[in-house]
């Protein structure tokens, strides 16, 4: 595993590990976690802004964008199964 890490994690941004104090409370485990995250900078986020003056190409909008697969859990023969399994178990 070292020799991995070696290959493929430059060693100017590893870190030298977790310094992990004995057990905490809660209140003082997040005090220490407040003044570790105090370090970080807030920048603005551009995420979901989306492009502009760029023209997607059709088939990945039909495909990707807009196929219901990727927002819906449930396949065709699912929903038809939800949906008529009510009407079935009333007539029987």
Known sequence: MDELIDKTVP?????E???????????????DFE???SANQVMRSHIGQGYYDTLTP??????????PAWY???TPYQVLTFAL????????
């Open 35 to 37: 003044k570790m995250m």
């Open 85 to 92: 399994y009510p009407c079935i178990n009333q007539h029987f």
């Open 58 to 67: 059709t088939v990945i909008l039909r495909n990707i964008l807009e196929n």
């Open 11 to 15: 060693r100017h941004i590893r870190s």
């Open 17 to 31: 590990g977790l310094k992990i104090a004995g057990p905490q409370s809660e209140s003082e485990a997040l005090a």
């Open 72 to 74: 819906t859990p449930y």
